[in-house]
C-alpha cells in the first residue's frame, strides 16, 4: 500500500492562491533516514506516525524525485476511487502563523472526520493506482470553505473553554466578570480561571466569605495579595483575533468518488 500524499497526474491547481514551493526539509532528512525526524513529526502534529508511514514517505520520494516534488504548488487537487461508503472530500490544511497542520475528510453525509489517521485512511492508494478524472461541473471551494471554518469553529472552543473550577473558585471567577473592564480585573481572571490547589482553595474560602468587609477595589486588592501568595503557572490561551480563516491555507486536497 501507498500513501498518497498528491498524485503525480494532479488535475486541478491551488483555487485562486498562488503557488509556492513547499520546505521539503523533513523528506530530505526522511529520505536520509533520520530517524528522530519522526519523533518531531509526531509532536508537531499529533499524529502518531507509524512505520508505514515512514516507508510509504521514502518510496514516493525516491519515486518521484526532489526536483519534481517542488515543483507541486499548494492547494492542488484531484480525484481517486473508493470503496462503497468512503466516499467524501479530503483536505490538508496549515496554519500559516503556527505551521499546525489540520487533516480533514468529509463524508458524503457531511460529517466531518477529523483525526488524522482516521481522515487520511479513505485516501490512502495501491502503488500502481492513478487519479481518476475530476467530475466536469466539480468546484472543491464549498468544501474548503466548510472545512475551514469547522477548523475556526475548533479553535474559537479552545479559546472559550473554561476548566471546570470548584467553589468558591468559580464564584470568584463569576464576580470578576461582573466588575467593568480593567488591566486589574483581567489580571486577576487570566490567574483565577485556572484550577487553584486544595491548599490555595482553602485560603480562598476563608477571603470569599470576607469578601462584604471590603469594597470592590478593596477586595480585587486582596485577591492580587491572594495571587502572589499562590502563584501558580499561568496557561496562555490564544486569542479569537489571533487566527482567521484565511489564515489556514490548503496543502492539498482529494476528492473520493
Not at 536520509?32 to 521514502?58: A, C, H, N, P, T
Not at 496549515?94 to 485512511?121: P, V
Not at 502572589?228 to 496543502?251: G, N, T
Amino acid at each position: 500500500m501507498m500513501l498518497s500524499i498528491v498524485p503525480v497526474g494532479l488535475d486541478a491547481s491551488v483555487l485562486g492562491e498562488k503557488p509556492n514551493p513547499q520546505d521539503f526539509n523533513t523528506i530530505r532528512r526522511i529520505a536520509r533516514e533520520e530517524i528522530e525526524v519522526i519523533d518531531e513529526l509526531e509532536k508537531e502534529s499529533e499524529l502518531i506516525v507509524g512505520e508505514f508511514i515512514l516507508q510509504d514517505l521514502m518510496e514516493f520520494l525516491r519515486r518521484l524525485g526532489e526536483e519534481r516534488m517542488q515543483q507541486i504548488p499548494l492547494g492542488v487537487g484531484t480525484a481517486k476511487r473508493g470503496k462503497e461508503g468512503e466516499k467524501g472530500f479530503f483536505a490538508a490544511f496549515r496554519n500559516k502563523k503556527t505551521k499546525q497542520h489540520f487533516w480533514l475528510f468529509e463524508t458524503a453525509d457531511k460529517k466531518i472526520i477529523r483525526t488524522k489517521l482516521d481522515a487520511i485512511k479513505f485516501i490512502r492508494s495501491r502503488e500502481n493506482e492513478s487519479p481518476v478524472q475530476l467530475p466536469e461541473d466539480f468546484d472543491p471551494r464549498p468544501y474548503l470553505e466548510r472545512l475551514r471554518k469547522d477548523i475556526l469553529v475548533r479553535h474559537r472552543q479552545l479559546v472559550h473553554y473554561r476548566p471546570s473550577l470548584k467553589p468558591p473558585q468559580n464564584q470568584v471567577v463569576n464576580w470578576l466578570y461582573a466588575q467593568p473592564t480593567s488591566a486589574k480585573r483581567n489580571k486577576l481572571l487570566s490567574y483565577f480561571e485556572q484550577p487553584l490547589t486544595d491548599m490555595a482553595l482553602s485560603d480562598l474560602r476563608r477571603l470569599w466569605r470576607e469578601k462584604s468587609r471590603w469594597k470592590v477595589e478593596e477586595f480585587m486588592d486582596r485577591l492580587i495579595e491572594f495571587m502572589k501568595q499562590h502563584p501558580h503557572p499561568s496557561v496562555e490561551r490564544p486569542s479569537v483575533e489571533e487566527v482567521k480563516e484565511e489564515d489556514f491555507e490548503c496543502i492539498a486536497w482529494m476528492l473520493v468518488v
